[in-house]
């Protein structure tokens, strides 16, 4: 199994840019995809990027598109969601979670909560 710990969340104004980082520990895949997610209150967890570990291939949601980056780093096992732009909207617990394997995200962090001041 993989272990999550993500940080870096915290209180910004709108416009202002924040940094996620999340570490991962344990075993390591070749097929391993790792993903960012959020959760407003009152609604569903929605998907936010991934970045493909092998080769670096990211995809993002189109509400964070030219906004966010995801990007992986080998040493130390870390991914990062570096955020601009940020929005009141943007405001949520931000998860990190990894899919070992490609059947799906399996593995989740504890989560760190972004907010957004207007």
């Known amino acids: 199994q993989v272990q999550l710990v993500e940080s870096g969340g915290g209180l910004v104004q709108a416009g202002g840019s924040l940094r996620l980082s999340c570490a991962a520990s344990?075993?390591?895949?070749?097929?391993?995809?790792m993903g960012w997610f959020r959760q407003a209150p009152g609604k569903e967890r929605e998907f936010v990027a991934q970045?493909?570990?092998?080769?670096?291939?990211?995809y993002y949601a189109d509400s964070v598109k030219g906004r966010f980056t995801i990007s992986r780093d080998n040493a130390p096992n870390t991914v990062y969601l570096q955020m601009n732009s940020l929005k009141p909207e943007d405001t949520a617990v931000y998860y990190c979670?990894?899919?070992?394997?490609?059947?799906?995200?399996?593995?989740w962090g504890q989560g760190t909560q972004v907010t957004v001041s207007s």
């Open positions: 344990g075993r390591t895949f070749s097929s391993l995809t």
């Open positions: 979670a990894a899919d070992l394997d490609g059947s799906g995200y399996a593995c």
């Open positions: 970045v493909r570990w092998s080769g670096g291939n990211t």
